[in-house]
């Protein structure tokens, strides 16, 4: 187990397996010293645990608690193509899609469930420039969305 | 002609001449390796076939269509900095942005037409990482937009 | 001063000082040769000068004048890190997100605020790749975001 798994286990979390692209496209790929991250959707067991959009459906609180399961599913994707996620120097960027009412205009809140769980899981080497931005829908009606690229060694 | 262009042919498709940026600046851009694509609007000589959001405009196979358009402009756009396609050993990543209706959460099969289309064109080199996202509009009311990163060598 | 900043200072711009991030997050990281910079809200002196959706509660001039100061700042971000403004060879991409009301399309129009600023600061180095979408809301209720990678040499 990396000490990444470690961190995150010690806290409760787990990586899960791999989500499957929805559609011809790969969850993550490598090139170079960098792993690009597909926007990951707040799947668990392959089920949105959520749908709908944030600031009517759902609170800014609750939606982070799915950007955080976003990030763990960004960091499953990131370990199908490098197996060691010791190897993870830092996260280099992240970006945010929230899935918006109109009114709504707290997206940073939401993005931090991702951001956190990536600090925790990295270290100093978890903190990223970030965007995050409201959209109007996304795919399956998820409330969140988000990718990422880390920069690997080996 | 490039094994990618003649593939493409070979389906009936036929890389555009390269669509004029609306701003100051640039269609696409090589940097080291990396060639980073600008948006690209499915227009074809010149003109949007179609206008509006996806879910009361136009239907999502429509839309796919237009993404697929939206993908040889970026093949398009990346042939005008590295003049070779068969330079390209990798699409690294695409985001496709899709004008949605409210209540419209199909992009993926919308942002496939664009996908396809690249692995047709480059074959294992054209599976990318990938974000699909509704968003409320885009330039000129086009209903897609694309922009992709490819990895080349010389 | 660096050339950059003389640059900026003879059609009468000053570099701000960097925006604190909303969150658990940096404002510009630097890997390899190049910079990653987070999305930048206009912040004058820590204060949004205008708020809402370009279309409805502003006009894209008035919303360009906004991304012109969110490329400021995201200079600002990008000399937090490298020191040296003149070590910036060229902007690879720029991503602006307009706040849109569901009619507007002139994204470009708006985005072009931060992409003319970004060739005033820097020249031919300036020319970047870009994308412009229109999202249904931003951040504190931000008209635009603007976000950048640069690349470096020392």
Chains 1, 2, 3 share one sequence.
């Not at 499957?20 to 690009?36: H, K, M």
């Not at 759902?58 to 955080?68: G, H, I, P, S, V």
């Not at 899609?97 to 993005?111: E, G, N, R």
Request: hydrophobic fraction near 50%; avoid cysteine.
């Amino acid at each position: 187990m990396s000490s990444v798994e470690e961190r995150l286990a010690h806290e409760g979390f787990t990586i899960p397996t791999v989500a499957t692209p929805l559609a011809s496209y790969t969850p993550a790929l490598r090139t170079g010293n960098y792993v690009y991250v597909s926007g990951q959707l707040p799947f668990v067991n392959g089920e949105l645990p959520r749908h709908g959009k944030v600031g009517t459906d759902l609170t800014a609180e609750e939606a982070a608690d799915l950007a955080q399961i976003s990030a763990l599913n960004a960091i499953a994707a990131v370990r199908s193509v490098i197996d060691d996620l010791d190897k993870v120097v830092r996260v280099v960027k992240v970006v945010g899609f929230v899935a918006s009412a109109d009114h709504f205009t707290a997206q940073p809140l939401v993005i931090n469930g991702a951001s956190n769980l990536l600090v925790l899981a990295f270290g100093e080497g978890g903190v990223h420039a970030r965007s995050a931005v409201g959209v109007v829908s996304l795919p399956l009606d998820a409330p969140v969305e988000v990718e990422m690229i880390v920069e690997v060694v080996d």
